[in-house]
């Protein structure tokens, strides 16, 4: 239960909600979301941290840049959270507005901008 609730507590904040609707388009650099998010570094860690511990995203380090994706659903709580994720979640206006900016952002940006 100490889990769950865990992981409910990293849902009910509106920065980290934006974040999983984000990384629902694939793997992302900090740098891709520090853009998208408007917010330093430090902050969107922080965040992308608490929801690494919920379960919520992995990681993995290219040269000084942390990459985050969706974790797998390891459990059938996970994987219905997944689909309001990409069913529900993404069609808010924020995230909607977020997706967009990403997609702009991605277009124009250089590949090794995040290296």
């Not at 690494?52 to 994987?79: F, I, K, S």
Request: proline residues 3%.
């Amino acid at each position: 239960m100490k889990q769950t609730a865990r992981l409910f507590k990293a849902l009910s904040d509106e920065t980290r909600l934006r974040i999983l609707a984000l990384l629902t388009r694939g793997e992302l650099c900090v740098c891709d979301l520090m853009s998208i998010l408007g917010l330093p570094q430090s902050t969107v860690s922080r965040h992308l941290a608490y929801l690494r511990n919920a379960g919520l995203v992995t990681d993995r380090r290219q040269g000084v840049w942390m990459y985050y994706e969706l974790a797998p659903a390891t459990e059938v709580l996970h994987e219905g959270l997944y689909q309001v994720l990409t069913q529900r979640l993404v069609k808010q206006p924020q995230a909607r507005q977020d997706l967009q900016a990403l997609e702009t952002f991605l277009a124009h940006k250089d590949a090794s901008s995040c290296d």
